[in-house]
């Protein structure tokens, strides 16, 4: 390997999870790419498959396991929330509105930031607070990019319908108007992390006397920008 540690054990475990970066290997594969013997990458490859760092397909091959995504999740989420307080506040700052980031967690989806407006009549979320996934712009943002069996299921007893995702989908945007609460409106747009996964949707909201009935029209393109800073946020680097 060119880059060694000198903790031997390390340097031989990043071996082979780097030569399972390029896809399922067999033991003997495996053997052959990192150059440990036989014995050594088998106990190796073996213990690493107790830490799910590693993992088998169909054939028995070994492969990266899901403990690699998890762990990457929990980064790509750190990122997205250092990145999420700057691009929050410019988006209050522009709008004139509060800025809400929510991630999707089981049947609910969470506030995990938010920019509050500073005075007057405004929407305010607490971070922490979990909302449905049933009505608002942001739950249509999350669930209509999802597998179709799961957006299936997000749709019953939902304010919105199939027809309204499929729109989202085409637009690259959602807007409520009376949705979660009466009398607010809000414009939401997708955060997409690793291969393109919507992993979160930026919101602006506000009273419908300034929003209007059609927040879109005066807001997609100020929260578009706003969740596209966030995904290049968590693009790697």
């Known amino acids: 390997m060119e880059n060694t540690s000198g903790v031997g054990v390390l340097d031989k475990v990043t071996s082979i999870l780097a030569t399972l970066e390029a896809g399922p290997a067999t033991l003997a594969g495996l053997v052959a790419v990192t150059g440990l013997?036989?014995?050594?990458?088998?106990?190796?490859?073996?213990?690493?498959?107790?830490?799910?760092?590693?993992?088998?397909d169909v054939e028995g091959r070994f492969i990266l396991g899901p403990r690699l995504g998890e762990l990457s999740a929990a980064a790509g989420e750190d990122r997205?929330?250092?990145?999420?307080?700057?691009?929050?506040?410019?988006?209050?700052?522009v709008s004139g509105e509060s800025a809400q980031l929510y991630r999707r967690q089981g049947?609910?989806?969470?506030?995990?930031?938010?920019?509050e407006r500073l005075s007057g009549l405004r929407d305010t979320v607490p971070v922490g607070v979990a909302l449905p996934m049933k009505v608002g712009a942001a739950a249509q943002v999350l669930l209509a990019w999802e597998e179709p069996e799961r957006l299936h299921r997000g749709l019953q007893g939902a304010r919105f319908t199939?027809?309204?995702?499929?729109?989202?989908?085409?637009?690259?945007?959602?807007?409520s108007i009376g949705e979660r609460?009466?009398?607010?409106?809000s414009v939401s747009a997708p955060v997409r992390g690793p291969a393109n996964r919507?992993?979160?949707a930026v919101t602006v909201s506000g009273p419908i006397e300034r929003l209007t009935r059609h927040p879109g029209a005066l807001l997609s393109q100020t929260v578009v920008e706003a969740a596209d800073r966030l995904t290049e946020?968590?693009?790697p680097t």
């Open 37 to 56: 013997a036989r014995p050594t990458a088998h106990r190796l490859a073996v213990a690493l498959e107790q830490h799910r760092l590693v993992a088998r």
């Open 80 to 93: 997205l929330l250092a990145a999420a307080g700057p691009v929050l506040a410019r988006l209050r700052d």
């Open 107 to 115: 049947g609910v989806r969470i506030c995990v930031a938010a920019a």
């Open 233 to 235: 946020a968590l693009r």
């Open 162 to 175: 199939a027809t309204a995702l499929s729109g989202v989908r085409r637009r690259g945007w959602a807007q």
């Open 198 to 200: 919507v992993v979160a």
């Open 181 to 185: 609460e009466l009398g607010v409106a």
